[in-house]
């Protein structure tokens, strides 16, 4: 009596998650990136400044991230098949997770390499610090207009934005300290600056992490309401009841849901099925970024002969 039906198509084959579109930017950006970091290491040891040096190693993380990026793009859109149904597409999701990692480790070591030139300063040439601090800067800034609009749809993307927003705001810090040495010959404003940047990578990084936790342990979406999500199945015609309602993420730009929805006897029939089915997917199709739905339709009092292994 109950059936099984789905809406929405299977899920992107390549090149169809919500990355895939940045993929060329990406590129573009990891090039970039990889300049910076040569231009970064030179300037830090010409200049004998731990804030360039500290920021050159948060910008070989970002390269490591955004490589990391591409090639869980490469994998993530790579075709389905019988035993991975999904493709390779949490791969994108697992790459944002091992960009938190990164960073998490540069600013744990950016933060305790200031501490240490706290304890033993060193002389620190202000005005070449900030010759490489304004090319880091220029630089990461064309590198976030190229990922800007890719941060709001994917968690990878999100990701590597995040890595150059940190770097960027590094170059900020380390141009601000120069000035402060070059006007003032404060020298502790080297390691200072180095601390801003410890300090800006953390919170940032922590926030995504959660984001891909929960993407992993298939949280509903944050911007899917559940119990509104309920309310709009129990409002189309037939439908008298649901349970073991779930949506939950694949990866970024892929929502999944899937329910067993309790309708009237007579909208068992074949014709009234269709309709039902057809209303439910037009209801979340409408009002929620939910498209690949799958329903069970099902009698009353069906629900008590299913084993019980869905909650």
């Given amino acids: 009596m109950g059936a099984g039906h789905a809406h929405g198509g299977p899920a992107p084959a390549a090149g169809g998650t919500a990355a895939a579109a940045y993929r060329k930017r990406l590129r573009v950006a990891l090039f970039i990136t990889l300049s910076v970091l040569v231009t970064q290491i030179i300037g830090g040891l010409l200049a004998d400044s731990l804030a360039l040096l500290a920021d050159a190693g948060h910008v070989a993380t ?89 941060r709001r749809e994917s968690l990878n993307v999100r990701g590597a934005f995040l890595e150059v927003l940190a770097d960027a705001l590094g170059s900020l810090a380390v141009l601000v300290s120069a000035a402060i040495i070059a006007t003032t010959g404060w020298q502790a404003a080297d390691p200072a ?96 970024d939910v498209e690949h739905c799958t329903f069970q339709l099902e009698p009353r009092g069906h629900a008590a002969h299913e084993a019980k292994l869905c909650h």
């Fill in 62 to 150: 970002d390269a490591l991230g955004l490589g990391m990026a591409l090639l869980a793009i490469h994998f993530a859109n790579r075709p389905s098949s019988e035993r991975r149904t999904y493709g390779f597409a949490r791969a994108e999701i697992l790459a944002a997770l091992a960009n938190c990692l990164l960073l998490l480790g540069v600013g744990g070591y950016v933060l305790f390499e200031s501490v240490e030139r706290f304890i033993r300063p060193a002389p620190t040439d202000g005005p070449l610090m900030a010759l490489f601090g304004a090319i880091g800067l220029v630089a990461n800034v064309i590198s976030l207009s190229l990922l800007l609009r890719g």
């Fill in 193 to 288: 600056a180095s601390l801003v940047i410890g300090a800006m990578i953390v919170p940032r990084t922590l926030r995504l992490a959660r984001e891909a936790i929960d993407v992993l342990l298939e949280a509903a979406p944050r911007d899917v309401d559940m119990a509104e999500v309920r309310e709009h199945i129990l409002s189309v015609e037939g439908v008298v009841d649901l349970h073991d309602l779930h949506v939950w993420t694949i990866t970024s730009g892929m929502p999944v849901l899937s329910a067993h929805v309790v309708v009237t006897q007579p909208t068992l029939d074949s014709v009234a099925h269709e309709r039902v089915l057809h209303d439910l997917q037009l209801c979340l199709g409408d009002h929620f």
